[in-house]
């Protein structure tokens, strides 16, 4: 998952668990998967979820990356910000 804010950055999950934006640079610890289904977004390497401690995103707090789970703080939604979303919609 690129990041908007950080131009050339993307979701990292880094060895102690938490969610960073690093470089993008292709690796495992850089792919996720979303399910629509659960609203789970998980790291295709390890299988941990982006997770939220305690239930909501705190101001200058960690999202850690935990063992799947059906907590509140595993649910995400993704909201475009626009109608193109940044696609082309062509099949």
């Given at each position: 998952m690129k990041?908007?804010?950080q131009k050339g950055g993307a979701l990292f999950e880094?060895?102690?668990k938490n969610m960073i934006?690093?470089?993008w640079r292709g690796l495992a610890n850089q792919r996720f998967h979303y399910n629509?289904?659960?609203?789970r977004m998980q790291n295709k390497m390890t299988g941990f979820a982006m997770d939220v401690f305690?239930?909501?995103i705190i101001?200058?707090?960690n999202i850690n990356a935990n063992e799947p789970d059906?907590?509140?703080g595993q649910k995400w939604v993704i909201d475009y910000q626009s109608a193109s979303h940044g696609?082309?919609?062509h099949h």
């Open positions: 990041s908007v804010g880094g060895f102690n934006v690093y470089n629509v289904v659960t609203k305690g239930d909501k101001e200058k707090e059906n907590s509140i696609h082309d919609h």
